[in-house]
């Protein structure tokens, strides 16, 4: 028996870039899928390629950043495959601007269909999931670009708050059967060729650099392990693949040392003189201990 034989799963944005690669995918390990795109031909296409490889899947055309279509998109999954088990909350959009010239346009864009779509996607599935009594999953998609990225501050923005938000929808679900986490993908995609004029200087602003990134396929795996059962334990995390490299990335902490005292003015000010100004965080994605050295 395939590892996804029992999984039935709706992936936004799936008719292209990570989204097919996750469907295509999941569907070859057994998993009935629902390929969501905006775009209808490309929406099709995928769910074609998966239907002619023997697995199952509809397509279902539709724009996450409405409200109401996440209710529509869990209802087909159950109409077409019986139950939903899963849902891959992937569509997202990149538009660059530094904070002189990001357009109130763009930044609502990202906002709508970044935040507002993860956060319509996750109530409807978790919805269906507790009335139907159904050990779900949801996978919300963040991006290394929440540490800080040059002129993505709109789009890093909005995948901080979906990190945020998985973190906050973990502690309400914990006492249920439902598992939430968030994954920090890296590929050659077209939103990645939309980044490609901003990679040097990008990289130029932060510790971690990369010289040629990594196939949508080379991030699939981890997508299926997240929907499977044999990751039950894994709740609350935001998981980093970038190539050969699979990680946890932190959560926002509290970072030593934390004085104590009565503070006023002049000891604040003291404070960061004797002690706090050394210990200011680095920006821009980084490694939070040494590099890591477990290979795979
Ligand atoms: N490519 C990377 O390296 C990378 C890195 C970090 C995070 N991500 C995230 O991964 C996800 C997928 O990225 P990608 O690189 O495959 O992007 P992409 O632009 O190549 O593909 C996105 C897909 O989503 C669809 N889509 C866009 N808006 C939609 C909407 N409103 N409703 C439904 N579908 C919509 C598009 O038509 C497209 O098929 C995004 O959330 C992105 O922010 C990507």
């Known amino acids: 028996?395939?590892?996804?034989?029992?999984?039935?799963?709706?992936?936004?944005?799936?008719?292209?870039?990570?989204?097919?690669?996750?469907?295509?995918?999941?569907?070859?390990?057994?998993?009935a899928v629902?390929?969501?795109?905006?775009?209808?031909?490309?929406?099709?296409?995928?769910a074609a390629e998966i239907r002619s490889a023997g697995g199952r899947a509809i397509s279902l055309v539709g724009d996450v950043s409405d409200w109401h279509f996440a209710a529509t998109l869990v209802?087909?999954?159950?109409?077409?495959?019986?139950?939903?088990?899963?849902?891959?909350?992937?569509?997202?959009?990149?538009?660059?601007?530094?904070?002189?010239?990001?357009?109130a346009d763009d930044l609502r864009?990202?906002?709508?269909?970044?935040?507002?779509?993860?956060?319509?996607?996750?109530?409807?599935?978790?919805?269906?999931?507790?009335?139907?009594?159904?050990?779900?999953?949801?996978?919300?998609v963040a991006s290394g670009s929440q540490a800080g990225d040059i002129a993505l501050g709109g789009y890093g923005g909005t995948k901080a708050a979906i990190a945020s938000m998985t973190f906050s929808w973990a502690m309400e679900l914990k006492d249920t059967p439902i598992r939430i986490n968030a994954i920090s993908p890296l590929a050659e995609t077209a939103m990645a060729a939309q980044n490609a004029g901003f990679m040097a200087v990008q990289a130029a602003n932060r510790e971690v650099h990369y010289s040629s990134l990594p196939s949508a396929e080379n991030n699939a795996p981890l997508v299926a392990y997240l929907l499977s059962d044999d990751s039950r334990?894994?709740?609350?995390?935001?998981?980093?693949?970038?190539?050969?490299?699979?990680?946890?990335?932190?959560?926002?902490?509290?970072?030593?040392?934390?004085?104590?005292?009565?503070w006023d003015f002049g000891s604040i000010r003291d404070a960061f003189a004797t002690t706090l100004n050394h210990c200011q965080q680095p920006l821009g994605l980084g490694f939070a201990a040494a590099a890591p050295t477990t290979d795979a």
């Open 1 to 31: 028996m395939k590892p996804l034989s029992n999984k039935t799963v709706v992936i936004t944005g799936s008719g292209g870039g990570l989204g097919a690669a996750y469907a295509r995918h999941v569907a070859s390990l057994g998993a």
């Open 109 to 140: 864009r990202m906002v709508e269909i970044n935040i507002l779509g993860t956060a319509a996607g996750t109530q409807a599935a978790v919805k269906e999931m507790l009335s139907a009594g159904v050990a779900g999953t949801v996978i919300n």
């Open 233 to 262: 334990s894994v709740h609350g995390q935001v998981i980093r693949i970038a190539g050969q490299q699979l990680s946890f990335v932190t959560h926002p902490l509290i970072a030593a040392p934390v004085l104590s005292g009565d």
């Open 75 to 103: 209802r087909s999954c159950v109409e077409a495959f019986g139950s939903i088990t899963g849902f891959v909350n992937n569509a997202g959009v990149l538009r660059h601007g530094r904070i002189e010239d990001l357009k």
């Open 34 to 46: 629902v390929v969501n795109d905006i775009n209808p031909l490309a929406a099709e296409r995928t």
